[in-house]
């Protein structure tokens, strides 16, 4: 019969059409939720992204704005720069797009901005505080976005085997504290990983994050597990993921490249400036 396509384009919809009734409850008080990008270069893909983020930001009635940086910008000047947006009252959440140039030291840039504006959830304090299992600090948008698809398909990971691959900062370990605090049981796979098909094997819910076009085989796959694939790759001028197109054969649920993961990663960073901008002012 096939897989079920988990429409992360409609779902991300929605989400953006539940975030206007907040707005405009903030606005109501005076307060319009802002969002402030830092671009450091020209890299074209960041720039595309940023601009997908701030036009997405504005049609829901975000004060979005895109701070471009020259390359050779010293990193003491970005740290000044995200000192003053840190000050600033009218700026909520705060990003700094990466990756940066290579002569910047990403991690301290990272902890430069204030935790309670990190809507990207990169801050070392926002980190522990996703493993500590509290419910009040802020978690990266790719894996957020992708619990969110999982609830809103009826996919309830308590007593799952869940089976990440990939161990990035960015995707992979928040992922698993995420699975973990929802009561899966987790598995971290990587590029030492053993047999990493049986590992593949043996998983209810599989999120691939590891950056190699069709990587994850049909034959690899349980029958009826549920597949998100974090994979944006470019193959013959195409978009396609982690996971190869056979997969849907064998799945229960999957989702698709481009029009999955993606359009989630936005809207769950929309979430977390409004969500700023609410505990900020105090509103419930």
Known sequence: MGAQIIDGKSIAAEIRSDLKVRIDRLKEKGITPGLTVVLVGDDPASQTYVRSKQRTSGEIGINSNVIELPEDTAQSELIDLIEQLNQDDTVHGILVQLPLPRHFDTDAVIQAVSPSKDVDGFHPINVGNLWAGLADSFAPCTPVGIMELLRRTGVDPAGMNAVVIGRSNIVGKPMAGLLLKANATVTICHSRTKDLEAHVKNADILIVAIGQPRFVKDSWVKPGAVIIDVGMNRVDGKLCGDVDESVKKVASHITPVPGG????????????????????????
């Open 261 to 284: 993961v993606g359009p989630m990663t936005i809207a769950q960073l929309l979430v977390n400036t409004v969500i700023a901008a609410e505990r900020t002012n105090f509103v419930d």
